[in-house]
């Protein structure tokens, strides 16, 4: 049967079929080739040009398997921080737009398995924060991009140093006020006298306010009725109350407050004094085997860690017998060496710094170190877990 013409029907619907997003499982990523059913998938895995990239990817399959997962998990989370920012968002929302590129890498090509195995690995690298919820997976990009928390830093600064000058305006102003004050003249106590009436005919007039009162039209008087003079002692009153008040908050108003540049400096040491991390391996160092799944033989085992891999696994060569394991972190354990003996720290701000035990609490768990290395070598740090430091060989 002839090739269908150009314009046919038949042809048409082979264009737009070709052009379309074909189901996943019928495509090849060795060959790039997406085929349109399983009997097409099937006469494609027997052809001579995929039996020939089967050949080259079995002299060294690791190196095309960390290519293809290198390339899914970088256009995946460029797809989840152009897309999504630092929103958090499921993941199979970014997933299903990820593949809705018709050259996208197909996961059945790359390390993981699943969806789910892909994002608790994300949370694991701390390159996402991802939590399981019954609805599933979500993750939520961490932006560590050096200009961006350039950036943020340098706001940061800014709304310190813009407070900072607003309170030094206002101090300024209360400077002024103060001076206003210690320069005015005191002023003068009323002087209360006794009502009289010097004749019966004469009519008494009263003006509340500070000027005095007028009795008839030429005689000026500072006679005063009974409800003037409580008027008076009584504004008198809240007058000296408002200085003693005013007295008293002048000391606290003195009262040097921290500048940003202080805060700023307290910010950065409180961050230096948080810095922990989930992985605590580190090489030429003594740990021990806790799992059972390796039998009694190595149980309780002493080994020196000869190489770390992937942040969370070791390999380990036993003190006793030599032999060499490959073992994750949650299967060892840190080694508290005698009074005197080095040590490395292993996580914490002195992460990676030796030190010398000087004593040991075994109420708190931790331990008493002194540090041996770098800038601070000849400091005394307390109170420093078990589990954050271990015996060096």
Request: hydrophobic share 30%; glycine share 4%; charged share 35%.
């Amino acid at each position: 049967m002839g090739k269908a013409d150009f314009l046919s029907p038949k042809a048409i619907g082979n264009r737009i079929k070709s052009k379309g997003l074909q189901k996943l499982r019928w495509y090849c990523q060795m060959c790039q080739k997406q085929c349109r059913d399983e009997n097409g998938f099937k006469c494609h895995c027997m052809s001579e040009s995929h039996q020939r990239q089967l050949l080259l990817a079995s002299e060294n399959p690791n190196q095309f398997m960390d290519y293809f997962s290198q390339e899914f998990k970088n256009d995946f989370l460029e797809l989840l921080r152009r897309r999504f920012g630092t929103k958090r968002v499921h993941n199979n929302i970014v997933y299903n737009e990820y593949i809705s590129d018709r050259e996208h890498v197909h996961m059945n090509s790359t390390q993981w398995e699943t969806l789910s195995d892909f994002t608790k690995w994300l949370g694991k690298e701390g390159l996402c924060k991802v939590d399981e919820t019954p609805k599933g997976w979500y993750v939520q990009y961490i932006d560590r991009d050096p200009e961006t928390i350039r950036r943020q830093e340098e706001q940061e600064k800014k709304k310190k140093q813009d407070l900072d000058d607003e309170e030094r305006s206002a101090r300024f102003i209360e400077e002024q006020v103060r001076r206003g004050r210690d320069g005015k003249e005191p002023e003068e106590d009323p002087v209360f006298t006794e009502l009289k009436r010097e004749s019966e005919e004469e009519k008494v007039a009263f003006r509340l306010g500070a000027s005095s009162s007028t009795a008839g039209s030429s005689k000026p008087s500072s006679l005063l009725g009974p409800s003037a003079l409580s008027a008076a002692a009584a504004a008198s009153a809240s007058t000296s109350k408002r200085k003693e008040a005013s007295s008293s908050s002048e000391p606290a108003r003195e009262k040097k407050k921290k500048s940003a540049l202080d805060e700023i400096m307290e910010m950065e040491e409180k961050k230096k004094q948080s810095v922990r991390t989930d992985h605590w391996l580190q090489p030429n160092i003594v740990v021990k085997i806790i799992t059972k799944k390796l039998g009694e033989k190595y149980h309780k085992k002493k080994a020196v860690v000869q190489e770390v891999r992937s942040k969370y696994t070791a390999v380990v060569k036993l003190i006793d017998s030599g032999d060499k394991l490959k073992l994750d972190q949650s299967h060892l354990e840190t080694v508290i060496p005698a009074q005197g003996r080095r040590v490395l720290i292993l996580n914490g701000p002195y992460r990676d710094t030796e030190a010398v035990l000087e004593a040991i609490n075994e109420k708190k768990f931790s331990a008493t170190l002194t540090l041996d290395s770098g800038r601070l070598k000849g400091t005394s740090v307390a109170d420093v877990e078990y589990e954050d430091f271990s015996k060096l060989p």
